[in-house]
């Protein structure tokens, strides 16, 4: 039987890449898939936990950084302008205006230290991988001043913030630039939580508040989406391809929008992007945006929205405001509700818990809160992973160094024992292992990967991998996989398990060692990690109970 066109992943991999034979190309004419092991595999989806496509009833979205992709670093520039000429409208000297926004520092899911003004870059734990103090970088004594454990409590709240979303970029730089400016300012004291200037005292955590304040007014005053809306083609990815994926999901199941922004301005965005008369070639014929959509519900307050929510309230599309009243009626075609809940999604559209997939960029407002408080689907959009795969790729070989010096480190002790009074000598090693970890940060960017230190996980790369079931560069990269497809995530070993040699095969060993299995089923060997499987055992056949 000839192979499935789509049909290539395994079960040892968490990267799914189907390849169909008619995907539509990229914008740009660029390829749009990467088999495993020949490319950086940015248009792949990425498996956490085993996801049956053929189950999924309904597709949730939300929408900035999801449906509506920003230019990156234009976006972020906009943002950061913003936000100095707020902190100076406010009282802070003018000098800070001359910064400009670096896209090489910050990473997303930095921690924020309020009382000593630090940036730090966490595991799971808590336990410290990377610290600076405005641009400058801490090591050995100097963080141990700060840090006498070299962990933190995140649970602490009030001290330690944590900058997740993609909106918190500019934040994070803004930070270090507030920090470099006054501890290099002659006029102001240095204080290990603040700074002096003759009788006034500005503490750490009072920055912190301005800048959080700087960042609601950026974003609540309209301020940020009144520069995005007067050139949209300079702030906003446009997609020809969007119409056609969400056409086909909407064939499959229903759609639905939750997005924290206001009827306006999602308006605005959508139209644009669903906008093709201006020349730009649509994959499908061109109609009004909402028609896409079951369901469309602005002003969400996530993730307020996946708890008790809002007064759900109905949207005049003609004005714009909102209709006196709650809303307690059935679902109406094209209409556009406002608030609401997760609940009342589930209500008007008839669908439950892992009925849902939904999409978003936000690991805790969009992808963490809806997978523990209801149960949904979920599928994280990480933008950085085009970078980020890059830099894997092209770099491997430090890695390999790394794991070529755990194994000569585990070498040095391995005829030793208890009895022994031998002492390797493995200071050198430990200076080379430094050494390759920060040659390996340096090749993403001033604080490093996103999900990495050296061999070590970050706290962002934890989180990823507890709560989104899927993630990948860009939701559009669904476009490649047909929706009876089963993505399967593979064993994860524990340490004891790792222990123990297992060979690994190929998709055509594969098939040959499952052939007589294959036979007896019915199944062409080609869609062993495919879409169909058989569901006659005792899990579902997505691998959940």
Known sequence: MAPQPW???????PLHVPIPSDAPSCPGGAQPWSRPGTGTHVSGIFVNRSLALEKIKCFGFDMDYTLAMYKSPDYEELAFTLLLEHLVSIGYPHEILAYKYDPTFPTRGLVFDALYGNLLKVDSHGNLLVCAHGFRFLKGAEILHYYPNKFIQRDDMKRFHILNTLFNLTEAHLYACLVDFFTNCSRYVNCDTGYKYGNLFMSFRSMFQDVREAMDHVHLSGCLKEKTLENLEKYVVKDPRVPLLLSRMKEVGKVFLATNSDYNYTDAIMSYLFDFSDGDKAETPQRPWRSYFDLIVVDTRKPLFFAEGTVLRQVNTDTGKLRIGTYTGPLQHCAVYSGGSSDMVCDLLGVKGKDILYMGDHIF???????????????????????????????????????????????????????????????SIKRRIQKVTHEMDMCYGKMGSLFRCGSRQTLFANQLMRYADLYAASFMNFLYYPFSYLFRAPPVLMAHESTVEHSRLDMGEAGTALAPWLAQHSLPGQQVAGAAQDSSGEEDDDGEA
Request: proline content about 3%.
């Open 7 to 13: 049909a290539r992943s395994c079960f040892c991999c």
């Open 365 to 427: 407002g969009d992808i963490l809160k809806s997978k523990k408080r209801q149960g949904w689907r979920t599928f994280l959009v990480v933008p950085e992973l085009a970078r980020e795969l890059q830099v894997w790729t092209e770099k491997s070989e430090l890695f390999e160094e790394l794991r070529s010096l755990d194994l000569f480190l585990a070498e040095l002790y391995q005829h030793l024992d208890s009895g022994s009074s031998e002492r390797p000598d493995i200071s």
